[in-house]
T-cell receptor
């Protein structure tokens, strides 16, 4: 079946502008995660959605970052007033979160460059 | 602060050899362990998951878990140049702690 999709694949924006990144999870996956990966660095957890529960926003680095998800479908990550340190690849993952396991499957990512 | 430690490498092995990748974690309550492969410029790809002590084999890959030692490893048999990538170890926090903590990865190079 189709994997996790993300759009856009690349985004170049000027410092101070707002950007919106989109993630479409694997159909039937109840859990959705956003991560950030700076160049040459590890993955940094940002936010987690599970069904209709309140999201875990504990990884968001500042109040300029926000995310939404409607039900078990598409999620958007919004970064307001972008800064150069926001330049990174933003990765979305989804998981079935079943009793058998909670493997996360990643999308191709959105490469954000803030100039 | 939950931590996952990996040797950054690079680990270089000849084609056909066994590559051994190691990972230690700090949270003794962790219950789920994963290995991801990440090619340069690409997103992580899940290659193995392991939940119980012991070995789990899938093709040329074997994951080994020792919860008492807080240690998980990945063996790649008959290494191929196409296995050259960064391998990420990921651990969840146990129970309802769904968040994965990733190690910084080990760069593996398989020389033809």
């Amino acid at each position: 079946g189709a994997g996790v999709s993300q759009s856009p694949s690349n985004k170049v924006t000027e410092k101070g502008k707002d950007v919106e990144l989109r993630c479409d999870p694997i159909s039937g996956h109840t859990a959705l995660y956003w991560y950030r990966q700076r160049l040459g660095q590890g993955l940094e957890f940002l936010i987690y959605f599970q069904g209709n529960s309140a999201p875990d926003k504990s990884g968001l680095p500042s109040d300029r970052f926000s995310a939404e998800r409607t039900g078990e479908s598409v999620s958007t990550l919004t970064i307001q007033r972008t800064q150069q340190e926001d330049s990174a690849v933003y990765l979305c993952a989804s998981s079935p979160r079943t009793a058998g396991g909670d493997e996360q499957y990643f999308g191709p990512g959105t490469r954000l460059t803030v100039t | 602060q939950k931590e996952v430690e990996q040797n950054s490498g690079p680990l270089s092995v000849p084609e056909g050899a066994i590559a051994s990748l190691n990972c230690t974690y700090s949270d003794r309550g962790s219950q789920s362990f994963f290995w991801y492969r990440q090619y340069s410029g690409k997103s992580p790809e899940l290659i193995m998951s392991i939940y119980s002590n012991g070995d789990k084999e899938d093709g040329r890959f074997t994951a080994q878990l020792n919860k008492a030692s807080q240690y998980v490893s990945l063996l790649i048999r008959d290494s191929q140049p196409s296995d050259s990538a960064t391998y990420l170890c990921a651990v969840n926090g146990g129970g309802s702690n769904y968040k994965l903590t990733f190690g910084k990865g080990t760069l593996l190079t398989v020389n033809p």
